[in-house]
């Protein structure tokens, strides 16, 4: 059984995308603001979800939309490389090896 938050994602990741599809689960401490990696197909998607215990009268702040924004150019834009290193300070290990899985499909690069 998950908690209401992990079960969220894996919802969304199978109402979006279908039950046989290839996907990372981040989503807990250290976590890096990203909750999942799913390929489909030659496209992969990251995703942070926002869900609430209790329901919040406001939306998505903008700040929270800049910080995914930002997030996803430390993993493309090579001009990010210090924030890049910095972030990957801030997370679980292992999630760091997810990241560089991820950074490798941005450009191209196959994994072993």
Not at 4 to 25: M, Q
Request: hydrophobic share 40%.
């Amino acid at each position: 059984m998950f908690q209401p938050e992990r079960a969220f994602i894996e919802w969304y990741k199978e109402a979006r995308f279908g039950n046989n599809i290839k996907a990372r689960i981040l989503d807990g401490k250290k976590d890096g603001g990203i909750d999942a990696i799913v390929e489909d197909g030659e496209i992969t998607f990251v995703l942070q979800l926002k869900y609430e215990v209790s329901s919040r009268v406001s939306l998505v702040t903008r700040n929270e939309i800049g910080e995914f924004q930002n997030l996803a150019r430390k993993f493309k834009d090579p001009t990010y490389e210090d924030e890049y290193i910095n972030w990957v300070k801030t997370v679980r290990p292992e999630f760091v090896i997810s990241t560089i899985m991820f950074i490798n499909l941005l450009l191209g690069i196959q994994s072993m």
